[in-house]
């Protein structure tokens, strides 16, 4: 719950105090940006699992940002696009834990429509018998 509370404080703060970052900046920023989208589906899929741990999300959020900024600049500064690397392996991480975020929320629906159907099953036995 806590990634996605972040996520829509930044989204709010993001239209609310626009911010002009000069151009150059945009292959930094745009890295950086998908790497911490990258930790907040992840924290929203470890949440759904049971297993959100706030420190490692937060390490993961800001040194995943920092790393991927780096390697841009990096990149940059050796004429090689290495930004394409983060850019494939955070993009691939996202969709990915999307598909195991809808396959949880199917599943946890699946699972309260059957309890509900064998609590209806259970109660309306219990009224033939009456």
């Avoid at 500064?77 to 598909?99: E, K």
């Amino acid at each position: 719950m806590v990634p996605l509370i972040g996520l829509i404080i930044g989204i709010i703060l993001g239209v609310l105090l626009p911010i002009n970052l000069p151009s150059s900046y945009s292959s930094y920023m745009s890295v950086a940006i998908l790497a911490c989208l990258d930790s907040v589906f992840g924290g929203i899929r470890s949440s759904l699992e049971g297993k959100f741990d706030t420190d490692i999300f937060i390490s993961g959020f800001f040194g995943n940002a920092v790393l991927a900024a780096g390697l841009a600049y990096l990149g940059d500064r050796l004429n090689v696009p290495i930004y394409l690397a983060a850019v494939i392996t955070f993009g691939g991480r996202l969709f990915q834990n999307f598909a195991v975020m809808r396959r949880e929320i199917i599943q946890n629906l699946r699972d309260r429509k059957k309890k509900k159907a064998e609590d209806e099953e259970r109660s309306g036995g219990d009224r033939d018998e009456a």
